[in-house]
Each structure stands twice: as C-alpha cells, then as structure tokens.
C-alpha cells in the first residue's frame, strides 16, 4: 500500500515549480521531499513520473452526470471515466438532472445506491431545494436532513426549464437561504431574471425568430445581473453564504465583487466555455454551444479571465450536461434544442493552454481556481485540494509539452460532442491518480487505461462553510 512518486514536479508558487519525491501509504500523501531525501523501503512501488507536472486532483464542483433517470444523455459510469481521463479525482453533481431530484434523504439514498458501484473516481451530491418541495409543510426538514446526511451545498434556480424541479420565487428564496444559514451550508444559485427572460423569450418566438442569436437576445446580460444583484440582497438580509454558479459576464462578476468588498459571503463560479467563445460562436456553431446563461459579448469574456486571475471569481466548474447527441441537439429549433454541453474531460487542458500558457493565469492561480478553492468552499480542504502531508493522495499528471487537437469522438463521456473541436491546445493529462491508484493513464503511444468503476467514493462536506 506504499507508493513513491518519483520525477515529478510540483507547483511552488506563480509559475514556479520543483522537483519532488512524494510517499503515499494507503491513500494519503505521508511525505513531500526533495528528489533522494525520502526513506525507501523494499515494499515501496516506484512510479517515476518524468519530469512532468504534477498538480493537486481537480474538482470539478458542478457537473451533471443524471444519474439515474436521464442516462440516455450522461451516466455515472462515463461521467467519471471522462473526469478521470481529464485530471478530475472528484466530481459534485447537481440534484436537479436525475429522476428524483436529490431533494431528501430517500432520493439521496436511491441516487447513491445507483451511482456508488459506477464512479471512475471520487464524488460529492448537491442537495437541491425547488417550488415542487416548497409546496409542502416539510420542506425545511427536508432540507435539515440532507445537511445532515453530507451534501456539499444547496442548489435552488431563479430560473429553470425543468417540471420536476421548478424555480423559487423571491420569498422562497428568503425562505430557503434563513434555514440554511440555520444549517452553516451554501446555497447555489442559477441566476437569471425569470419574469424578462420569458418576456424576452415569447416576444422574440412571437416575431418567428428561431435563430441562434435570437435565444441569446433572450438571456441578455441585464437578466443575469437582475438576478444577481438580487441575490446579494437576500445575502445581505440572511446571512447567508451564496454562490453564483456559471457566471458568465463581466457585470454579474463585478457586483458580486463589490459585494464581497463589503464584507457579504457571496462568490461566484465561471465555466471553460464562457472564457473560451463569444456570443459570434454562438451564431456559427448554433444549438452545439447552446447553454444557459448564454455566452456573451467578446468583452464579457476577457473581462471572465481578468476576473478569474484576480480573484473576483472563486472557481473554475464545467456545468458538464451533455444532452443526447445528435437528437436532442438538432430538434429543429433552437428553443427546443437541449442546452448544454459535455466539458469535465477537456477543462484542466484548456485552462492550462489558454490560461498559463498565455499569461492569463500562473501556475499558482491555475491550482487555486481548480482545486484549493473548491475544496475550501465545499468543506473537503482538510482533504483535498493541495499537495500537503495527510490530505488525499489525488494528483493529475500533465504533460505541458504535448500539442494536441480536441476532437469529439476521442472523448470518454457518453454523448461524445464538443465546442471545442478542431481547437489545438497545448498540455494533455498523462495521468490521474485518486488516492494513491491510478484512475487513468495514457501512455506517449496513446494507449488508454482506466481503473476500475466503483473505485471512487462518496465525499461528504466534512465541516460548516465560513459565513
């Protein structure tokens, strides 16, 4: 059960980094030394990494693997496979896209009894809190219970496109946000102004618009700042720790900076894709890059990755949620082509080509958006999220001199589309290692390897969130 990572080397602050010899005994690192210093031992397995970056687990803290109940689009099997071959050792996947949503403990219970035997590589549940349970007299209790079971946040949605997990009005959102400040958990917001983007919506769809810039008009950047600056005056009302999820743009990211200024526990969450295309790719590419909130302005999109290296922005997560390809994606209306896009396996490449290797983050930063602050936020940094004695031994391997071109059908998840194909990004993953086992591998001549399915765990947040 001991294992010497040999050759490798480890951030050691901006773009610096190190050569270190790292131990590993029954999953946790037990040792960070300089190359030769550590104690050997006949029982030990050397793994010599080769000179490349080794780099803290990634933690992808908002996925959608819907599991069970809409496997035709994503299952949990090829939803971890996929974070395994893309240096992601822990995944947190949303309540809200599987059948039933994890609002309870016995939907809990359901999605951890199908899930557990399928994940590539470890896993934390969002519990959810939607209008469907906000009909009831027991939704708190509902909600008390899933704090206590271990769910990493909350998720609620001001605006949402599914029946079975409706949005929450203001009041319910005030509702919602009291008792879980009560309970020392964030909530997670989906933050788009319903009322003007239906309006919006029925008046372009009035006018015969089936475009793809037609939907963008539909969710412009003043219904995700509405919503947003809403949410702060719920945060500033209750207390309560929120977390903006998929940020994408500029505006919304300033005001939850300038609350931040202001003493207010709000964060917010970009994704790859909203620093990687504009509203102009929406147009060529169409339903392909159909998410929601919607990619924005070019100006939108620098202003993400000013952001992100500045800290105006706490992390980096995909909101991977591949719809069923090319089905649900080629419907013959962009109102009622699914939106989403896969995104776990290509994140860490693309943050690293067009984000360290550019200037636009170092090294450090790259670290933090991916792994530190996620751990911290979902109450796991005594775990994971750094190269540090007695935290899980999660790693990814990547090879930062490989130039490489994405393409769809090369990926691991099940509905195999990208954005992103055809683009060439320089750094590729040559392993991912979760606590101590090699989750994937690939070696120079491109041969694959995975470890096993069920090899990952249930993570439970292990303390109350810093209000």
Not at 127 to 139: E, H, P, T, Y
Request: net charge negative; proline share 4%.
């Amino acid at each position: 059960m001991k294992r010497r990572l040999i050759n490798a080397r480890i951030p050691t602050g901006g773009n610096g980094t190190a050569f270190r010899e790292i131990l590993v005994v029954d999953g946790k690192i037990a040792e960070v030394v300089g190359p030769g210093d550590g104690a050997g031992g006949e029982d030990t397995e050397v793994v010599d990494l080769q000179g490349h970056l080794l780099l803290p687990g990634i933690i992808d803290g908002h996925v959608h693997f819907d599991d069970p109940g809409f496997t035709h689009r994503e299952n949990f099997e090829t939803g971890t496979r996929a974070a395994a071959a893309g240096g992601v050792t822990c995944v947190v996947d949303m309540p809200c896209t599987s059948l039933p949503p994890v609002i309870g403990v016995s939907s809990l219970q359901s999605k951890l009894d199908e899930i557990r035997p399928k994940a590539h590589v470890d896993f934390m549940l969002w519990g959810g809190m939607s209008a469907n349970v906000l009909v009831g007299d027991g939704w708190s209790k509902d909600l008390e219970d899933l704090v206590e079971a271990g769910v990493a946040s909350i998720k609620v949605y001001m605006l949402s496109g599914m029946d079975t997990f409706k949005d929450l009005s203001k009041d319910q959102l005030r509702s919602v946000l009291t008792e879980a400040r009560r309970l020392g958990i964030p909530v997670g917001v989906h933050a788009e102004d319903r009322k003007m983007v239906r309006a919006l919506e029925a008046g372009l769809r009035g006018m015969g618009r089936n475009d793809p810039l037609a939907y963008a008009a539909s969710r412009p950047e003043a219904a995700e700042v509405s919503a947003v600056q809403t949410m702060v005056g719920l945060c500033e009302i209750t207390g309560t720790r929120v977390h903006i999820v998929h940020v994408a743009c500029r505006r919304a990211m300033e005001v939850i900076a300038e609350a931040r200024a202001e003493g207010l526990p709000v964060s917010g969450e970009t994704c790859p894709h909203f620093l990687a295309f504009t509203v102009d790719d929406l147009e060529e590419q169409g339903s392909l890059l159909k998410t929601a909130p919607v990619v924005k302005a070019e100006g939108d999109r620098t202003g993400l990755w000013e952001g992100l290296a500045a800290g105006s922005l706490e992390f980096v997560a995909t909101d991977h949620a591949a719809g069923q390809w090319p089905e649900e994606k080629e419907t013959g209306s962009i109102w009622t082509d699914y939106g989403g896009v896969p995104g776990v396996e290509t994140s860490l490449p693309y943050l690293y080509s067009e984000g360290v290797r550019t200037g636009r983050l170092t090294l450090e930063r790259l670290v933090e958006v991916t792994a530190s602050a996620p751990a911290r936020f979902f109450g796991i940094d005594n775990r994971k999220g750094r190269i540090a004695v007695g935290l899980d031994a999660d790693f990814a391997v990547l090879d930062e001199t490989e130039r490489w071109t994405v393409r769809a059908a090369d990926l691991h998840n099940l509905n195999r589309y990208t954005p992103l194909e055809g683009r060439e990004l320089m750094g590729r993953v040559r392993a991912t290692i979760l606590r101590g086992e090699t989750a994937y591998s690939r070696a120079a001549s491109g041969t694959e390897t995975f470890g096993p399915t069920g090899a990952g765990e249930w993570v439970m947040r292990e303390k109350r969130a810093e209000l």
